[in-house]
């Protein structure tokens, strides 16, 4: 059994719509610059690199896949000359329209060279599923009419490296496409540019299964640009639950956009382990912010040094370099940090305004003389105060013991099997030695027989792809210090995949 208190940090267990229509592809196009080079042919080396060249790369599947057929295309583009084959090209809406441009502008007729394009097709498409018609000579005599030329592409945008735009190349030959992690955002631009909307789709679903710490914040840019709301909210949703679990312990935190993050610490999906695990994110997004050659996560004790060691003229966010982050905090819910060392941490630092500090104090000190009473709290959807616990495999039985305002609950998630669970709180004696810790810590112990809470268990998780929420929605009832008025509703779900992420939200009202 674990124990915090309201915001004690606690350490737990680890073709369709969103392709562009073909007026918004032919505004994006125009800023890019395609010429076509009368056809020559052209005697280079070949560079070998350490690595990964992509130049060879790109030649040696096309080889593969076409058997050795001589390349009939010369690509111009990224200081590299790409050796390609017309009937492949189809795919992509930019290289085709190049293509048709060169033949128009050789010296054969017009009409033969819009007869000869369309039979590359049909020569590709009769490869590609081995139609017994075709003969790989028929195919070879067949290409030798055709003119080999060279068109070039001038690509401006630094999201399309080499390796990338080799990988989006080898895909023109592929019948399903192929795409990699580790290069999907350098594929996801070149495909854009190419107007290669099957390569762009598979990397959209790519992206979307493989959100993680490190490539959440330049997916969700990604989104962005592109204009993927998919992505998008998967990106949100994300962050939504593992901004304090994940971010908030590595250097990735510092990538999150201040809008976005303003966006999530509003949502009503937000997790977080309690409001000071919040509050503590929050400050060391600042402190990256403002430390931009930092390299890795600093310690909470490095965070409050450094904002501590600022002059004292006036607090940080009345500061004009401070002002642009007051919304995010503002988004807070700072009258759940009840801890008196936590709050004297905030006094030293000189963080917050004076008043804002004045108001949680007197918050806090209306709420003792009266019995736990919330007065200035009323609405539960943005000011009840959350715990939180982070479920995996093992253990199948976990327990916290949180504090507020003098009363003590224990907040529990138990494992029946592989897939059923039940989520629960229950009121704790004052006089139960387990509280002594908090005694200890200078908390205040409420003697009161009887507390109204209202409260709501949600748990969050992905069932196949797709987020799903179990919830008691919101309940109001008087907790006793003896069964069975000690215990709350139980949250029973029945969850195939872990993590859980589960909160418990409290609020006291008035009496």
């Known amino acids: 059994m674990r124990i915090m208190s309201a915001d004690t940090p606690v350490s737990l267990c680890e073709e369709q719509k969103t392709w562009k229509t073909s007026e918004e592809i032919e505004k994006k196009t125009s800023s890019h610059t395609f010429t076509t080079i009368p056809s020559k042919q052209i005697h280079r080396p070949r560079i070998f690199y350490r690595h990964r060249d992509p130049n060879e790369m790109l030649f040696s599947y096309t080889q593969k896949i076409t058997e050795g057929m001589e390349p009939d295309v010369t690509l111009t583009c990224l200081d590299f000359e790409w050796e390609l084959h017309r009937m492949y090209l189809f795919k992509s809406k930019v290289l085709s329209q190049l293509l048709a441009q060169a033949l128009q502008n050789s010296d054969l007729p017009i009409t033969e060279s819009n007869a ?20 790989h000579k028929d195919v070879f005599e067949q290409k030798q009419r055709l003119p080999k030329v060279t068109i070039a592409l001038e690509i401006n945008d630094p999201d399309v490296t080499r390796v990338a735009f080799a990988i989006a190349l080898q895909n023109l030959y592929s019948s399903e496409p192929q795409v990699n992690e580790e290069d999907v955002l350098g594929i996801l631009a070149a495909a854009e540019l ?80 309690n409001e000071f695990h919040l509050l503590r994110t929050a400050l060391c997004w600042v402190f990256l912010q403002q430390n931009p050659k930092i390299q890795i996560i600093p310690s909470y004790d490095t965070v409050l040094t450094y904002f501590s060691s600022l002059p004292k003229i006036c607090a940080f966010l009345e500061r004009e370099i401070g002002q642009r982050y007051i919304a995010i905090f503002q988004s807070l819910r700072l009258h759940g940090i ?174």
Request: charged fraction near 25%; glycine fraction near 4%.
């Open 194 to 273: 190419l107007q290669f909307s099957s390569l762009f789709l598979k990397c959209i679903q790519v992206m979307r299964s493989s959100i993680c710490a490190a490539s959440v914040c330049s997916y969700y840019s990604a989104g962005c640009k592109y204009k993927q709301p998919s992505l998008i909210t998967d990106c949100e949703r994300w962050i939504e639950v593992n901004l304090v679990p994940q971010l908030g312990s590595q250097i990735h935190l510092r990538k999150v956009p201040l809008e976005l993050l303003q966006k999530v610490l509003k949502s009503p999906r937000l997790f977080t382990f």
């Open 338 to 511: 009840t801890s008196s060392k936590h709050l004297e941490e905030l006094w030293e630092i000189n963080f917050l305004p004076l008043p804002w500090l004045t108001r949680i104090l007197s918050d806090h000190y209306h709420a003792l003389e009266n019995g736990g009473d919330m007065a200035f709290q009323r609405d539960f959807n943005t000011q009840a105060v959350r715990f939180g616990l982070v479920l995996t495999q093992e253990p199948r039985y976990h327990a916290e013991i949180i504090s507020i305002y003098g009363f003590f609950f224990e907040i529990k998630a138990v494992r029946h099997d592989a897939s059923a669970y039940s989520f629960y709180m229950q009121r704790v004696k004052h006089a139960d030695p387990i509280i002594s810790f908090f005694t200890a810590e200078r908390s205040p112990v409420s003697l009161k027989q009887e507390r109204e809470v209202k409260y709501e268990i949600k748990a969050q998780c992905q069932i196949d792809g797709k987020w799903e929420e179990f919830t008691t929605e919101r309940l109001t009832q008087k907790f006793g210090i003896k069964k069975p008025s000690c215990k709350s509703v139980i949250l029973k779900a029945c969850i195939p995949s872990v993590p859980i992420y589960v909160t418990f939200s409290l609020l006291f009202p008035s009496s």
């Open 116 to 135: 000869k394009v369309k039979k590359a097709e049909i020569r590709c498409y009769s490869k590609q599923h081995q139609l017994s018609g075709w003969k």
